[in-house]
């Protein structure tokens, strides 16, 4: 039972361009959502957050939308660069629940082409 | 860098063999997570630790355990090894009461 869900593997976007990367989630519990990214050989960093309180939060170049009734999240990057390519993580967590643990999706792995 | 450092990072061994990862967690944090990822796919909770003690379990195997030390590093031990448990195992650390994991570089492991 997969509780977080990237129903997109890969994508590919010219640099400039804007990157959406979406994510959808089942467990109503979940109020705390985050992106990650992963480089090869390299372990998964923290990019972004956004508590259920808020349906948009920013940072720099980074834009995380949640849509609590439709139980989904998206990943905008505007505008793209080469060193975006990653594979990037959508995580969730019930804040209450057992101390930060998080559930991850399957990654989407990101191509910016120059 | 994130702080948390995970040894070995590379691990090559046989079937029906046993294994320990090492992880220490970035400087004050309680908690450490294991995470394993197989194949290019997503990251599969295992286990966390809170201040020497178990907090959380998920879908870990009985072969597998892990325990934090006084010192609050952590070890995973894998045991009776499969060709199925090649995998990364990364280690993460958080202070509690924030949502973000740090996480290490990884141990990859390969039974052949």
């Known amino acids: 039972d997969q509780q977080v869900k990237q129903n997109s593997p890969s994508l590919s976007v010219q640099e400039g361009r804007i990157s959406i990367l979406n994510c959808d989630y089942t467990n109503s519990m979940f109020d705390y959502f985050l992106w990650y990214k992963k480089y090869p050989a390299e372990g998964p960093t923290f990019l972004i957050s956004i508590s259920s309180i808020k349906d948009k939060n920013e940072d720099g170049r980074f834009t995380v939308f949640l849509n609590k009734s439709a139980k989904h999240l998206s990943l905008h990057i505007v505008p793209s660069q080469p060193g975006d390519s990653a594979v990037y993580f959508c995580?969730?967590?019930?804040?209450?629940?057992?101390?930060?643990?998080?559930?991850f999706g399957g990654g989407t792995r990101l191509m910016v082409k120059p | 860098d994130s702080g948390v450092t995970q040894t070995p990072k590379h691990l090559i061994t046989a079937t029906g063999q046993r294994v320990t990862l090492r992880c220490s967690p970035r400087s004050g944090d309680l908690s450490v997570y294991w995470y394993q990822q197989s194949l290019d796919q997503g990251l599969q909770f295992l286990i966390q630790?809170?201040?020497?003690?178990?907090?959380a379990k998920g879908n870990i195997l009985e072969r597998f355990s892990a325990q934090q030390f006084p010192d609050l590093h952590s070890e995973l031990n894998l045991s009776s090894l499969e060709l199925g448990d090649s995998a990364l195992y990364f280690c993460?650390?958080?202070?509690?009461?924030?949502?973000?994991?740090?996480f290490g570089e990884g141990s990859r492991l390969t039974v052949l």
């Open positions: 995580a969730a967590s019930e804040v209450y629940n057992a101390g930060n643990m998080l559930t």
């Open positions: 630790y809170y201040n020497g003690e178990e907090r």
């Open positions: 993460a650390s958080s202070a509690m009461g924030t949502g973000e994991l740090f």
